[in-house]
T-cell receptor, first 114, second 113 residues
Framework: GNSVTQMEGPVTLSEEAFLTINCTYT??????LFWYVQYPGEGLQLLLK?????DKGSNKGFEATYRKETTSFHLEKGSVQVSDSAVYFC?????????????FGSGTQLTVLP | DTEVTQTPKHLVMGMTNKKSLKCEQH?????MYWYKQKAKKPPELMFV???????INESVPSRFSPECPNSSLLNLHLHALQPEDSALYLC????????????FGPGTRLTVL
């Protein structure tokens, strides 16, 4: 079946540090890949996505590249801010019958200290 | 506009109460979803509606009853809940079932006493 594995958290960084959150997946065929962010007390917000191999998704300084050869979609940001503190979920979308469903990773808690 | 709205934001109910959660989207999406999220866990799919018809029920107990009165609205009716049902309930929508991007609402924080 489909699965997503994220690096264990929590991750604590100082402001302006470089961020990498690892994500690898298992799926048949060619899933779409996503990063969602959940700020404290809120719902999930789509951060970025990529739909085919070698695509790079980017938003708000975050980037992730769809690497089919390593089945990975690592999230990176060059300089994190305190406001980036949140839980980050990697997810894939793959068909189940006629429906595409999301499979989530376990989430990675990021705390950025001033 | 990629907004999904949910009301209420918070809900406290007793085990004998009946309440409803509401979700609305105006993106013209034809697939809508209910998820349950426990603390420090990813969302778990409960129901999927496609063109206002129930498409997927992930073996959810009957004390949760979904309803899709029109293409913009999705309700979740709650009755005789248990304390372990306390969670964040998230609604999401996508263009249709083959649309791979789901947009989430802010959620309803439910506490069952």
């Amino acid at each position: 079946g489909n699965s997503v594995t994220q690096m264990e958290g929590p991750v604590t960084l100082s402001e302006e540090a470089f961020l990498t959150i690892n994500c690898t997946y298992t799926a048949t065929g060619y899933p779409s890949l996503f990063w969602y962010v959940q700020y404290p007390g809120e719902g999930l917000q789509l951060l970025l996505k990529a739909t085919k191999a070698d695509d790079k998704g980017s938003n708000k300084g975050f980037e992730a590249t769809y690497r089919k050869e390593t089945t990975s979609f690592h999230l990176e940001k060059g300089s994190v801010q305190v406001s980036d503190s949140a839980v980050y979920f990697c997810a894939l979308s793959r068909g189940r019958g006629s429906a595409r469903q999301l499979t989530f990773g376990s989430g990675t808690q990021l705390t950025v200290l001033p | 506009d990629t907004e999904v709205t949910q009301t209420p934001k918070h809900l406290v109910m007793g085990m004998t109460n009946k309440k409803s959660l509401k979700c609305e989207q105006h993106m013209g999406h034809r697939a809508m979803y209910w998820y349950k999220q426990k603390a420090k866990k990813p969302p778990e799919l409960m129901f999927v509606y496609s063109y206002e018809k129930l498409s997927i029920n992930e073996s959810v107990p009957s004390r949760f009853s979904p309803e899709c009165p029109n293409s913009s609205l999705l309700n979740l009716h709650l009755h005789a809940l248990q304390p372990e049902d306390s969670a964040l309930y998230l609604c999401a929508s996508s263009q249709d079932l083959s649309g791979d991007t789901q947009y989430f609402g802010p959620g309803t924080r439910l506490t069952v006493l």
